[in-house]
């Protein structure tokens, strides 16, 4: 059984449901059409008819108007009512004039038909042709309907009208009625006709289109004028508000149909041609987009070598789910292979950069190419990223935000190197280390400079956008991949040196090596005038300690060697507190523990730094408290204040101060070793010392004055015991001070 190809099938499906989407729409926009059409005819009419109605009220207000002035200001009516007649006029002259004055306004105001006056006197009739009795008058009713007091307010309804009774036949007309006076008992009528014929010809130059008819009638419902036309098709109606008279308009039959009929008929063929282009476009796509699936089906066929169940050729859901299936298929493939490629490309990085492997140029392309990176280089540098309080990091964060986050360390690392077009390799090697391959594929001038720039913005970047912040170890450049692994071996040591340098440094090797400090054993003396001071609380310890810790900085210490020294200090503070009663013993071996506890944890100097004077600094206050609760406090301080003063006195002894203070040798000499921990000649001896170091440092007094000055009555007694206190003699001492030795 052959099968429809699935283009027949697709154009059997969605051409009807072209033609029906297009036949509803043609019916929508022609319905639409209509409605608008409708709606502004209607309003066009009303337009109109306001139009008419404000014509006409218009006319007939002005005729309104001209005959109330004609009765007030025309002195001949007057006479003819009264029958005032003059000897230098007499009635006949006086009633031409009226009816020349009657004829006047019918040639000014053409809607004026005839004008006649009717005096009560005598029951006169006096028109622009005639003068009449009221037997002979052919508008005798009206005018006896006038005399019986049904004077109409304004203009009549349609009457009929005949000026002499003889006359066989009337016409239609409306009237105006005055009383003369006005505003007194009538002793007569004007009357002005209003010949309807008038108004039709009014109507009829108005309506100058001649494609709608437009129908006045009067307050009873007569017709005044109406144009041709079918009423049935009235759009509009509005009413007079001063003649009491109705307007009603409306398009002459089946001329709105005509319009839809024109505006179709216009249209029609370029409707036609959409239809058609649309039809052809459907084909045109329908064959492009069928045309990959009948192949499909044909080649399965032709694999399987018979035809594929109707089913499967009817319902397009097997296709997809085939369709779906090698899809998968492909992923999955692809999916492996990206992975495979991935676990290759970071075997390889990691054995590049353990030196593990011996990489020469030609391999470093080869390899480049089948992991899709560039090949082409000119230099490399390794740098390790390490995320700064590591704990913190993990506690702060979720392992899936802790991927995510070490994810946009790459990437930035990656974008800010590519700015500058250096290369970046990254891979993750150890859970809070990356480490990046810096390839420079073109020469710089200054390649170090460039590098140093790269993770300094890195670094920064970290710092303002996320909450953590990186240090970053780089190792020297080098120009071939053999040299990678020295780079990394650098990049490693100069990040141990983050100890020193602190967090969110960028520290490069070749800057970490001019600045080692190897000799740490010069800083032994240091420690021991710090532990010293320390014992005697005179605060020359913290000033030692800042001094300590800056030189760590500076000189780029291992954490080891600070561990060591900083460890070495806990021993002599110890060995000075040693001295020192039990109660300070107890409060030394707090802090000691403190101490211990911070050499464990501490990240950066800065943070060892502010702890280790934290902690001797509520040690020496505690000792403070517990020496100002002794007995004698009062007395040691005023010994205390006269020995400093007193320092340069060669007299100075226990035996001055037991006849100053009155007090005996033997109870002075403890209360010193007590509070000190040291006895009267140690602590007069160090007292001098200091103050003889001082002159040694700042001033080029001899050394034999300087002898005398601080209490000395012989210079070698000086040399002795200054050697004994510092190490050296009082001229090494001043030497090693003006050569900047420490």
Same mark, same amino acid.
């Given at each position: 059984m052959k099968t429809r190809p699935w283009f027949q099938r697709l154009l059997s499906t969605y051409l009807p449901i072209f033609y029906l989407v297009i036949i509803f729409l043609i019916f929508v926009f022609f319905m639409a059409t209509s409605q608008v059409l409708n709606r502004e005819m209607s309003r066009t009419s009303e337009n109109y008819a306001k139009y008419v109605m404000q014509t006409i009220e218009s006319s007939l207000q002005n005729i309104d108007r001209l005959v109330i002035r004609e009765i007030n200001n025309n002195d001949d009516i007057q006479k003819f009512l009264f029958q005032q007649v003059h000897s230098d006029i007499n009635e006949h002259i006086l009633n031409s004039r009226l009816s020349e004055k009657f004829n006047n306004l019918i040639v000014n105001f053409p809607l004026i038909d005839s004008i006649y006056f009717y005096r009560a006197a005598d029951g006169k009739i006096l028109s622009s042709n005639a003068m009449l009795s009221l037997e002979d008058f052919g508008d005798r009713e009206f005018v006896e309907q006038l005399r019986n007091g049904n004077i109409p307010y304004t203009w009549t309804g349609v009457r009929s009208f005949k000026l002499f009774a003889a006359e066989?036949? @009337?016409?239609? !007309?409306?009237?105006? !009625?005055k009383k003369v006076p006005l505003l007194s008992d009538p002793r007569g009528f004007v009357i002005v006709n209003v010949s309807t014929s008038a108004i039709q010809k009014l109507i009829d130059e108005m309506n100058t289109q001649n494609i709608s008819y437009t129908a006045v009638y009067d307050r009873n419902g007569n017709p005044i004028a109406a144009s041709d036309g079918n009423e049935d098709d009235e759009l509009s109606h509005i009413r007079s508000d001063y003649a009491g008279w109705e307007i009603r308009t409306g398009l002459k039959k089946n001329y709105n149909y005509g319009v839809v009929s024109d505006f179709y008929y216009g249209w029609m063929v370029l409707g036609v041609l959409a239809i058609l282009v649309g039809t052809i476009v459907i084909v045109y796509l329908a064959k492009r987009y069928t045309s990959p699936i009948d192949r499909m089906l044909n080649r399965i066929t032709q694999y399987s070598k018979k035809e594929l169940p109707d089913v499967m050729n009817d319902n397009p859901r097997f296709i997809e789910t085939a369709v779906d299936h090698l899809i998968e298929l492909a992923n999955q493939y692809t999916d492996v292979h990206k992975e495979n490629l991935l676990h290759r490309r970071k075997q390889f990085f990691i054995e590049t950069v353990g030196g593990e492997r011996s990489v020469d140029p030609a391999l470093w392309e080869k390899e480049m190419r089948k992991f899709g990176m560039p090949g082409a280089f000119r230099k490399f540098y390794v740098g390790i990223v390490e995320i700064d309080k590591y704990a913190?990091?993990?506690?702060?964060?979720?392992?899936?935000?802790?991927?995510?986050?070490?994810?946009?360390?790459?990437?930035? !690392?990656?974008?800010? $190197?590519?700015?500058?077009?250096?290369?970046?390799?990254?891979?993750?090697?150890?859970?809070?280390?990356?480490?990046?391959?810096?390839?420079?594929?073109?020469? #710089? $001038?200054?390649?170090?400079?460039?590098?140093?720039?790269?993770?300094?913005?890195?670094?920064?970047?970290?710092?303002?956008?996320?909450?953590?912040?990186? @240090?970053?170890?780089?190792?020297?450049?080098?120009?071939?991949?053999?040299?990678?692994?020295? @780079?990394?071996?650098?990049?490693?040591?100069?990040?141990?040196?983050?100890?020193?340098?602190?967090?969110?440094?960028?520290?490069?090797?070749?800057?970490?090596?001019?600045?080692?400090? =190897?000799?740490?054993?010069?800083?032994?003396?240091?420690?021991?005038?710090? $532990? *010293?001071?320390?014992?005697?609380?005179?605060?020359?310890?913290?000033?030692?300690?800042? +001094?300590?810790?800056?030189?760590?900085?500076? =000189?780029?210490?291992?954490? +080891?060697?600070?561990?060591?020294?900083?460890?070495?200090?806990?021993?002599?503070?110890?060995?000075? #507190?040693?001295?020192?009663?039990?109660?300070? =013993? *107890?409060?030394?071996?707090?802090?000691? $523990?403190?101490?211990?506890?911070?050499?464990?944890?501490?990240d950066t100097v800065d943070d060892l730094r502010d702890q280790f004077i934290a902690l001797l600094s509520d040690a020496v206050e505690q000792m403070e408290k517990l020496r100002s609760g002794r007995n004698n406090q009062e007395l040691i301080q005023k010994v205390k204040s006269y020995i400093e003063e007193n320092s340069h006195n060669p007299d100075l002894s226990l035996g001055l101060l037991s006849e100053q203070f009155n007090i005996n040798q033997s109870s002075l000499s403890r209360l010193f070793k007590d509070e000190f921990g040291e006895n009267f000649v140690d602590y007069v001896a160090r007292i001098r010392i200091e103050r003889a170091k001082k002159l040694l440092q700042f001033t080029n007094v001899p050394i034999q004055e300087i002898a005398g000055q601080v209490g000395y009555l012989h210079h070698f007694s000086f040399n002795r015991v200054f050697k004994k206190i510092v190490g050296v003699t009082p001229g090494e001492f001043r030497r090693q001070s003006f050569t900047g030795s420490p």
């Open positions: 066989p036949q @009337s016409y239609p !007309v409306i009237s105006l !009625v913190k990091f993990c506690e702060q964060y979720s392992y899936r935000d802790q991927c995510l986050l070490k994810f946009v360390v790459s990437s930035v !690392v990656r974008e800010i $190197a590519a700015e500058f077009r250096v290369h970046a390799w990254s891979e993750w090697l150890e859970k809070e280390r990356l480490t990046t391959l810096f390839q420079f594929e073109e020469d #710089i $001038a200054d390649s170090d400079a460039t590098i140093r720039t790269i993770c300094d913005r890195t670094r920064l970047w970290m710092k303002d956008h996320l909450d953590y912040t990186v @240090s970053i170890g780089v190792g020297t450049g080098v120009t071939a991949p053999s040299g990678i692994a020295r @780079s990394f071996d650098e990049a490693e040591e100069a990040l141990a040196y983050k100890t020193a340098a602190g967090e969110n440094r960028t520290i490069p090797y070749w800057e970490v090596e001019r600045n080692i400090d =190897k000799a740490t054993f010069e800083y032994l003396q240091l420690i021991c005038d710090i $532990a *010293d001071s320390f014992k005697r609380r005179n605060g020359d310890w913290k000033i030692g300690i800042l +001094q300590l810790m800056d030189d760590f900085k500076s =000189k780029f210490f291992l954490r +080891q060697d600070i561990v060591n020294l900083l460890n070495y200090l806990i021993f002599h503070i110890s060995k000075e #507190i040693g001295e020192l009663p039990l109660s300070y =013993k *107890d409060i030394w071996e707090g802090a000691a $523990a403190g101490l211990n506890e911070v050499l464990e944890e501490f």
